[in-house]
């Protein structure tokens, strides 16, 4: 696969008029090492931010039992729908903070982060009311077992309602990502991580006093962690005069600018949109699991938590090649894409690689730390199998994408991704379903995987690279 510079002879992108000495100094450091020094910090916050989820998990699975696993894994899908249009917007932002600051114009990047989260909150509210007035039909609708379904609507409104803080907290740390600061977010996720660790099993217990709240504890225990991880996060910002500090000077420019808007949602709508599809595809799945009961939505939970860390480092790695070139494009510099791109792939290939390869040796410990039913256990392992070594080729073209993002084209790699999750994954697992029963849904993964790679490839060798690249404001 050639993953050589997009063609900029055309317009040549001027250089930016100032670089200072930390942008220099990356400049002229060796790309992997950039690479790592901007992906390993957010590699950890990612796996820490869905890790306070996965020891609600096992708390709940071990402390509780299967139908409460059950009960919570039901909600995922359904919460993965409604933060879907804030990751989109996270992602628009930060590639255009990252070729703002890349510009070297702060107050541009805080002018967009600003416009962001004013959208970010106001859809939020709307999304708290919304989703906490009708959690039992929306969950009933997608065919819940009944004997879960009122433990799992109980998990579900309380994050709901709580979605507006939610919000703030995934934003701010997407946009800190922009201006090259991967680290703040990293200390906001252990703390967040670490009080969900206390929080959790002390409610499930009733210990110190605190009332028992069973499957709720969880819930409860996520809220209070990014509602004090956020706080941190803005006191932080400030001690250390953040550009993005919410100081005085931010706060006026938390407001709607139609311009910047405009070119925050030009990207980051169609990936909202791709984030919905895949959310209404998982939905379309666990219909499908559901229909074979709470054992098998169990194991679905339990295998979506090992494929999840394991995907951290494909993720990642999208996300950091986007800012990367966003900050490249930004700063005049395009012409280092190609080699973005290029390092991006090997990345994928050792680091992903790398967990597929543990995750096929460890399956069975990896599937008792969220089940302790045999049977149970042998049915994740299975479908674990089936799908593991496809998060390889799915980290492969996440990165093409990511780097095509950074120049603001998008509409043709989220329609790829939305053709092959759409009209590939889940007509493939309805199919196989019926004829090889459960084992048939987690083929459709590698499948939809594959074609997605084939196609981003194709649309990256032979039509972006010839395109000339610009600063999207």
């Given at each position: 696969?050639?993953?050589?510079?997009?063609?900029?002879?055309?317009?040549?992108?001027p250089?930016?008029?100032?670089?200072?000495?930390?942008?220099?100094?990356?400049a002229?450091?060796?790309?992997?090492?950039?690479?790592l020094?901007?992906?390993?910090?957010?590699?950890?916050?990612?796996?820490?931010?869905?890790?306070?989820?996965?020891?609600?998990?096992?708390?709940?699975?071990?402390?509780?039992?299967?139908?409460?696993?059950a009960?919570?894994?039901?909600?995922?899908?359904?919460?993965?729908?409604?933060?879907?249009?804030?990751?989109?917007?996270?992602?628009?932002?930060?590639v255009?903070?990252?070729?703002?600051?890349?510009?070297?114009?702060?107050?541009?990047?805080?002018?967009?982060?600003?416009?962001?989260?004013?959208?970010?909150?106001?859809?939020a509210?709307?999304?708290?009311?919304?989703?906490?007035?009708?959690?039992?039909?929306?969950?009933?609708a997608?065919?819940?077992p009944?004997?879960?379904?009122?433990?799992?609507?109980?998990?579900?409104?309380?994050?709901?309602?709580?979605?507006?803080?939610?919000?703030?907290?995934?934003?701010?740390?997407?946009?800190?990502?922009?201006?090259?600061?991967?680290?703040?977010?990293?200390?906001?996720?252990?703390?967040?991580t670490?009080?969900?660790?206390?929080?959790?099993?002390?409610?499930?217990?009733?210990?110190?006093?605190?009332?028992?709240l069973?499957?709720?504890?969880?819930?409860?225990?996520?809220?209070?962690?990014?509602?004090?991880?956020?706080?941190?996060?803005?006191?932080?910002?400030?001690?250390?005069?953040s550009?993005?500090?919410?100081?005085?000077?931010?706060?006026?420019?938390?407001?709607?600018?139609?311009?910047?808007?405009?070119?925050?949602?030009?990207?980051?709508?169609?990936?909202?949109?791709?984030?919905?599809?895949?959310?209404?595809?998982?939905?379309?799945?666990?219909?499908?699991?559901?229909?074979?009961?709470?054992?098998?939505?169990?194991?679905?939970?339990?295998?979506?938590?090992v494929?999840?860390?394991?995907?951290?480092?494909?993720?990642?790695?999208?996300?950091?090649?986007?800012?990367?070139?966003?900050?490249?494009?930004g700063?005049?510099?395009?012409?280092r894409?190609?080699?973005?791109?290029?390092?991006?792939?090997?990345?994928?290939?050792?680091?992903?690689?790398?967990?597929?390869?543990?995750?096929?040796?460890?399956?069975?410990?990896?599937?008792?730390?969220?089940?302790?039913?045999?049977?149970v256990?042998?049915v994740?392992?299975?479908?674990?199998?089936?799908?593991?070594?496809?998060?390889?080729?799915?980290?492969?073209?996440?990165?093409?994408?990511?780097?095509?993002?950074?120049?603001?084209?998008?509409?043709?790699?989220?329609?790829?991704?939305?053709?092959?999750?759409?009209?590939?994954?889940?007509?493939?697992?309805?199919?196989?379903?019926?004829?090889?029963?459960?084992?048939?849904?987690?083929?459709?993964?590698?499948?939809?995987?594959?074609?997605?790679?084939?196609?981003q490839?194709?649309?990256?060798?032979?039509?972006?690279?010839?395109?000339?690249?610009?600063?999207?404001?």
């Open positions: 696969m050639r993953t050589d510079t997009p063609a900029t002879a055309a317009q040549p992108v250089p930016a008029p100032h670089l200072n000495a930390r942008a220099a100094a990356m002229s450091r060796p790309l992997w090492k950039t690479f020094f901007f992906l390993a910090p957010m590699l950890l916050s990612n796996i820490l931010q869905s890790l306070s989820g996965t020891l609600n998990n096992v708390y709940v699975g071990q402390m509780i039992g299967v139908g409460a696993l009960a919570v894994s039901s909600f995922f899908p359904v919460m993965f729908f409604f933060i879907a249009f804030t990751i989109g917007l996270g992602a628009g932002a930060s255009l903070i990252g070729q703002a600051w890349g510009a070297r114009d702060t107050e541009k990047a805080r002018a967009v982060a600003g416009t962001t989260l004013t959208v970010g909150v106001l859809f509210l709307a999304v708290a009311v919304f989703g906490g007035t009708f959690t039992q039909p929306m969950l009933a997608l065919g819940t009944p004997d879960i379904l009122a433990d799992a609507t109980a998990y579900a409104r309380i994050i709901l309602i709580a979605m507006p803080g939610l919000f703030v907290f995934l934003l701010s740390t997407a946009m800190l990502r922009g201006v090259g600061d991967t680290v703040t977010p990293l200390y906001t996720l252990m703390i967040s670490v009080l969900g660790l206390a929080i959790t099993p002390a409610l499930i217990r009733g210990w110190f006093g605190l009332p028992m069973g499957v709720a504890s969880g819930a409860w225990a996520t809220v209070i962690s990014f509602v004090v991880a956020t706080a941190w996060l803005a006191v932080h910002l400030r001690r250390k005069k550009p993005l500090a919410p100081d005085a000077d931010f706060v006026r420019h938390l407001r709607v600018r139609p311009a910047l808007l405009k070119a925050v949602l030009k990207v980051g709508v169609p990936t909202g949109v791709q984030m919905i599809v895949v959310s209404l595809a998982e939905l379309a799945l666990l219909s499908f699991v559901n229909a074979y009961g709470s054992s098998a939505t169990a194991a679905y939970g339990a295998v979506n938590q494929v999840a860390y394991v995907q951290f480092p494909a993720i990642s790695i999208a996300i950091t090649a986007s800012i990367l070139g966003a900050q490249a494009i700063a005049g510099q395009a012409q894409l190609g080699a973005i791109t290029r390092t991006a792939l090997q990345m994928n290939l050792v680091l992903t690689g790398g967990l597929v390869l543990l995750g096929y040796l460890f399956s069975r410990p990896l599937m008792g730390f969220f089940i302790t039913s045999e049977p256990i042998e994740a392992q299975t479908l674990l199998h089936i799908m593991l070594w496809s998060t390889v080729i799915f980290g492969m073209g996440a990165a093409l994408s990511g780097i095509m993002r950074a120049s603001g084209s998008v509409l043709v790699p989220t329609a790829i991704s939305i053709f092959c999750i759409a009209l590939i994954e889940v007509p493939v697992a309805w199919w196989l379903s019926h004829r090889m029963g459960l084992n048939g849904i987690w083929i459709a993964y590698p499948v939809a995987f594959t074609a997605m790679l084939t196609l490839a194709s649309y990256y060798r032979f039509a972006w690279r010839k395109k000339t690249i610009s600063r999207l404001i």
